[in-house]
């Protein structure tokens, strides 16, 4: 499922950047347990959401990509 690719990399650099999800969601303005939803899969992320997620943990938004996906677009 793709949607928890999105997840486990939103995960993965969260807590890279030293986030908690009560303390990302936060700063995203959502709720922790839209955070979770997202996270585990069973909520696909919208773009936006995306963007805010990569602009709130200062990386570029191709690094949230999928890899499979960011190798598909080069």
Do not use: Y
Not at 30 to 46: A, C, D, H, Q, W
Request: no cysteine.
């Amino acid at each position: 499922m793709e949607t928890d690719k999105w997840g486990r990399r939103i995960r993965a650099f969260r807590k890279l950047k030293g986030f908690t999800q009560e303390s990302l969601a936060k700063e995203l303005s959502i709720s922790v347990s839209v955070l979770g939803e997202v996270e585990r899969g069973s909520r696909i992320p919208k773009e936006d959401f995306l963007e805010n997620v990569a602009e709130v943990l200062d990386i570029p938004l191709n690094d949230l990509m999928p890899q499979e996906e960011s190798d598909r677009s080069e």
